[in-house]
């Protein structure tokens, strides 16, 4: 148990002096389960069918953990890494200045020094732990022509205790070697060819429509619609415009069929429907002081709710006017697995690949060491679209750009980089990774960067201004709907309907004047019953002044003789006559002498 000290147990290390002179002793490990002293396996009698365990504290001494279990930092141990190959600016070989290709013969001498961001980031390590010494994959490992599969062969026969390169952890290779903890991760994105600009005609035209979403024109056109029933609804006999209110209590509307009814209701509202559209579209209301007040209440909400929908437009509408835009493309796993598009991807990941994507329709394409047999699969046509990883050597990725390719940021999978280890190094190597720098920052710094752009751009097919949805206007709604609902309490209770409250007004206004004396009509004209009389009356503000009621009166009953009653489209302008200017009288006797002699004409 002393063997880094002499037979003597003369002292050595000078930390060993102590531990070769304390006393351990055999015990059984199942009784000591609940013990509180430390029990350790002893790997002296390896010929043995069971483990032989001992303990220091049992025997009264002090603990000490075999060197199995604790990391010796007292030293470094020398270990052997295979590198897989040279590859700037991760590990390389240079040759009288001029870079080393990646299987070059100067890789197999080891003359000539190998440099890099990998190489000098494993020799940073704690060098008390482990101290490195770099070889060339063997010959028997190459046989596979696979460098990275090479190294984790001498990991596997012994030769070397790690490899040096950007090994993806993968399924099969679990079962070959133990890993260190992940150094980066490499994600890998949908590539396609970049899509042609969009220059179709209907395209431009669509954009007009772009800054509000399909469903929120839907409900700005159904608004419109209720808007028009509205305004129908609430019409009243002195709007500046009283013909959607006559409409419906002429003779031809009482008189006509049911088909006709029809016709009439239809053209009413398609016509009101153009005008309330022309309010909207041209950001206004009518504006009709004469209106009910039913009408003014929901022209109210309304006016709000044009007012944030055009503000809102207006300044959507110049980001998607200014949107080049591109051809149909395929720019998702989502749309690649529904369209069946053959996606190639490196066979070292395509079994973690279809575990993630198993709808996918992925091509295999053998990886050697780099993307170079995967972007000329795609090259010969074997496969629509490819999958690459984010940690791509230089040379691939200008390959990319002579093939007019481009990454998009649909993610395919992501796969764990580590250093394949043997099992006698890994606590230790992983001690050291884990104590020293972050090899992502380093790599991120100093990462290969491609000739051109091959970042998707996003621009392209969307705005930074998202189009509008109904949501986004559901305060200017609700304030709409809490118009129109106070418009019809307004128009259901007769003490708020808006024509009693000014007759009754109009009639105060005249009771109280000592300058005029008004009659108001006693004689109900034939034509008409007492209720409708009153409610012409209230409704049309029919004031006249002595004689002239009588005149006024008969004048009516003409009138229905003739077959035109109350509910025809004539207008009859009331005329109040001051009792101090009687020669208006002879005036007013004129005008209603022409009206009669008019009608006989007719």
């Known amino acids: 148990m002393c063997s880094d000290c002499t037979e003597d147990k003369s002292e050595v290390n000078p930390k060993c002096h102590e531990k070769c002179h304390s006393r351990y002793c055999y015990v059984d490990a199942e009784k000591c389960r609940n013990s509180t002293e ?29 060197s199995s279990i604790a990391i010796d930092t007292s030293g470094g141990k020398m270990v052997k890494g295979t590198v897989v190959g040279s590859e700037f600016p991760l590990q390389y070989k240079l040759d009288d200045g001029l870079l080393v290709p990646w299987g070059g013969p100067q890789v197999f001498n080891d003359s000539i020094p190998w440099s890099g961001l990998l190489i000098n980031y ?51 290779r679990l079962q070959r070697v133990a890993y ?45 619609f209720l808007m028009t029933g509205f305004s ?13 209110w006559q409409t419906f209590r002429n003779k031809k509307w009482k008189e006509g069929s049911l088909l006709k009814r029809v016709r009439v209701v239809l053209r009413l509202y398609f016509e009101t429907f153009l005008e309330t559209s022309n309010y909207c579209f041209g950001q206004a209301i009518e504006q009709d002081f004469e209106a009910t007040l039913e009408y003014k209440v929901v022209m109210m909400g309304f006016g709000l709710l044009i007012l944030i929908i055009a503000s809102a437009y207006f300044a959507n509408l110049a980001a998607f006017l200014t949107l080049p835009g591109v051809a149909n493309y395929i720019g998702t796993m989502e749309q690649a697995i529904a369209q069946n598009a053959r996606i190639c991807i490196p066979g070292t990941v395509g079994f973690e690949a279809n575990q993630t994507w198993p709808d996918a329709n992925f091509v295999y394409i053998a990886d050697n060491d780099d993307y170079g047999p995967l972007l000329q699969a795609y090259e010969d046509g074997q496969c629509d679209l490819a999958a690459i990883g984010s940690i791509t050597p230089e040379g691939n990725l200008d390959k990319m750009c002579e093939l007019n390719l481009t990454i998009t940021s649909s993610l395919v999978i992501t796969v764990a980089v580590a250093i394949p280890l043997s099992q006698e190094i890994s606590r230790e190597f992983s001690y ?86 008004i009659v108001h009509l006693e004689k109900i004209p034939k034509h008409l019953k007492s209720d409708e009389f009153h409610e012409a009356k209230l409704t049309k503000n029919i004031e006249t002044q002595g004689d002239v009621a009588e ?52």
Request: hydrophobic share 40%.
């Open 551 to 602: 005149e006024f009166s008969e004048l009516l009953d003409k009138m229905a003789d003739n077959g035109i009653d109350s509910t025809s489209n004539i207008i009859i302008v009331p005329i109040l006559v001051d009792k101090h200017k009687v020669e208006r009288k002879e005036l007013v006797m004129k005008y209603l002498s022409e009206i009669e002699q008019a009608l006989k004409e007719e």
């Open 232 to 244: 129908i609804w609430f019409a009243g006999a002195d709007d500046s415009n009283p013909t959607r």
């Open 38 to 66: 430390m029990v350790y396996t002893s790997d002296s009698f390896p010929f043995l069918s069971t483990s032989l365990h001992f303990s220091y504290t049992t025997c009264g001494s002090k603990d000490f953990p075999p």
């Open 432 to 517: 050291s990774l884990y104590t020293g720098e972050d090899f992502g920052t380093i790599y991120d710094f100093k990462k290969p960067r491609p000739t051109c752009n091959l970042e998707f751009d996003v621009s392209q097919t969307a705005s930074a201004t998202t189009a509008l949805t109904p949501e986004n206007l559901i305060l200017p709604f609700i304030i709409l709907a809490v118009c129109a609902m106070s418009s019809y309490v307004l128009s259901i209770f007769p003490a708020a309907n808006t024509r009693n409250i000014k007759d009754a007004t109009d009639h105060s206004k005249v009771a109280s004047s000592t300058e005029k004396e």
């Open 122 to 172: 494993l020799n940073d390590l704690n060098q008390d732990v482990i101290e490195i010494e770099l070889i060339s994959p063997t010959g028997g490992s190459m046989v596979s022509g696979h460098s990275y599969d090479s190294s984790i062969k001498d990991i596997e026969s012994g030769i070397s205790s790690f490899g040096v390169g950007l090994f993806w952890v993968t399924t099969e």
């Open 180 to 224: 260190s903890a992940p150094i980066l991760w490499d994600k890998f994105f949908l590539v396609i060819e970049r899509p042609a600009p969009n220059t179709a005609l209907s395209f431009q035209i669509q954009k007009i429509l772009k800054p509000f979403t399909v469903n929120l024109w839907f409900v700005i056109i159904g608004t419109i």
